[in-house]
């Protein structure tokens, strides 16, 4: 069994069943990264595909001195901001041609179907907190990656990471706690 840089070497080289391997090793946590910093399970193994296949076209600029799980995940979670910003930008135009054609659209209505699909209350809970509180915890404790992968994958120092997930946790907690009052 080959390591993720020799793997690397040989997807270099041509070798598409190296890629391949690579992508099975770290798909799992490549569609975690995804639902959570898109905010959609529905779209994640999707932004997860296309992140995988910018990682390949671009497997040349891959650097030996990193991870190449880190580098793969940030291009996904590069690739499910870019998903989010898209979305956002959708969202804003059909508001606007539906108020030109007199309609009242709901803000939010596509994402309803997201919405009801999460039905626990942490998903609730982390669904109301910032998009870098989820990032950061969805990276820590969903798709289980380390501080130092975390970092990576979200462009930040390892010193974020750590001081981010505590304030997003006590965020977190906070919200758990309303959420239990209001019941």
């Not at 490549?30 to 995988?52: C, H, K, Y």
């Not at 940030?74 to 979305?87: D, L, P, T, Y």
């Not at 404790?141 to 990471?161: D, H, R």
Request: with cysteine.
């Amino acid at each position: 069994m080959c390591d993720d840089e020799t793997l690397v070497a040989r997807a270099r080289a041509g070798d598409t069943e190296s890629f391949g391997e690579l992508v099975r090793r770290h798909e799992r946590a490549a569609v975690r990264v995804a639902a959570v910093v898109s905010g959609s399970t529905t779209d994640a193994l999707d932004i997860a595909q296309e992140g995988f296949v910018k990682a390949y076209r671009n497997v040349a600029s891959h650097r030996a001195s990193g991870s190449v799980r880190s580098w793969m995940l940030r291009i996904v979670a590069n690739e499910a901001k870019n998903h989010v910003r898209g979305r956002l930008r959708r969202r804003t135009r059909d508001d606007r041609h539906a108020r030109a054609d007199g309609l009242r659209v709901a803000p939010g209505a596509d994402l309803a179907v997201d919405e009801r699909a999460e039905h626990e209350e942490l998903a609730a809970a982390l669904g109301r907190l910032r998009a870098t509180d989820r990032e950061v915890l969805g990276c820590r404790f969903v798709a289980e990656l380390s501080e130092a992968e975390t970092a990576t994958v979200l462009g930040i120092a390892p010193g974020t990471v750590k001081s981010r997930t505590s304030r997003a946790l006590g965020r977190l907690r906070t919200q758990l706690e309303e959420a239990g009052h209001d019941s």
